[in-house]
């Protein structure tokens, strides 16, 4: 069998993408979906070069059962990578993230991949194999109301960070790809999950603090992707880039100006990269007091 590669959530968008291109590259993908359907997609468009295996990050039954066929599959020769991709992403004002709602977007960005990272790694030290987890650009920056997309990507910059030094004595580099703006289903998913948000849990004192803005920034960030996005096998290309470079870089900053922010990041100070962002997104930096200073 050729070398084996698992990438998690497959089943649109970056994951779709990036098990197409390794794929391509001549890898055998094992390609975690939890929709069967999306998964004969990918087995019909690789003439059976991509298998799909049901996995559910959040679910240790489920990664069990993924690690247990894809050792039979190799015949226990290993995996030659795993790509960690699988994630969620709903915008919320900090002060209204219901915290079971916060609890779950650490469960599957973060708790979710280090879970199927250790499942993986005897497999991995076995050949031995790369890790590549697909970040963002949030790993580094914070823009308003994405504070629990972006917590989980901070804490898997650490994570891959960790691993990385941990697993140098096994072989195994370990690296994380950063995508800047993507457009995919992405945006349309931010937009909509914004406004169930809005409209079914927002407190009413919640709506009138935040609504508008909120709607505001969240559409506007969602233009952002879709205008200066770059398409998800930009992305996937960084995928295969660190599966297959000689000697992987530890970060792939990729796409949608993610080079020029995470720049800007470590050289401007905290309250001038917050102008940056009031600017970009079109806010002024007084909203709130303007408003309660009217009310008063």
């Known amino acids: 069998m050729p070398r084996a590669v698992v990438v998690t959530g497959t089943s649109s968008g970056i994951g779709r993408a990036s098990a197409l291109a390794l794929s391509g590259r001549g890898f055998t993908v094992f390609a975690g979906v939890r929709d069967e359907a999306h998964g004969e997609a990918l087995r019909a468009r690789s003439a ?32 030659a990578g795993l790509v960690n991709n699988a994630g969620i992403g709903a915008p919320w004002p900090m002060e209204l993230v219901p915290l079971e709602e916060f609890r779950h977007h650490l469960e599957v960005n973060l708790t ?53 030094m941990e697993l140098r ?7 994380i ?11 349309a998913k931010l937009i909509a999950n914004g406004r169930r948000a809005v409209a079914e849990r927002f407190s009413s004192q919640g709506r009138e603090d935040y609504g508008e803005t909120f ?11 879709e205008r200066s996005g770059s398409p998800p096998e930009v992305v996937a290309a960084a995928v ?24 800007l990041r470590r050289v401007l100070p905290d309250r001038a990269m917050d102008a940056l962002f009031f600017r970009m997104l079109g806010l002024p930096r007084e909203v709130a007091a303007h408003r309660y200073a009217e009310k008063a």
Do not use: C
């Open 215 to 225: 709607g505001h920034v969240i559409e506007k960030i969602a233009m952002g992707h």
């Open 48 to 79: 059976g070069a991509i298998v799909p295996v049901h996995i559910d990050v959040t679910n240790a039954e489920s990664i069990t059962a993924a690690v247990a066929a894809v050792e039979r599959a190799t015949d226990g020769a290993g995996l």
């Open 112 to 164: 979710g991949q280090l879970a199927v990272t250790q499942a993986f790694l005897p497999l991995l030290k076995r050949v031995p194999g790369r890790i590549v987890n697909v970040g963002s650009e949030g790993g580094r920056i914070t823009l308003p109301f994405l504070g629990p997309i972006t917590a989980s990507k901070h804490g898997l910059v650490s994570i891959t960070d960790a691993l990385r």
């Open 177 to 187: 790809v950063e995508p800047g703006a993507t457009r995919s289903d992405a945006p």
């Open 240 to 263: 295969a880039r660190a599966m297959t470079d000689r000697r992987p870089k530890t970060r792939y900053p990729v796409g949608g100006h993610a080079k020029l922010l995470t720049r």
């Open 169 to 175: 004595p096994w072989g195994v580099p370990v690296s």
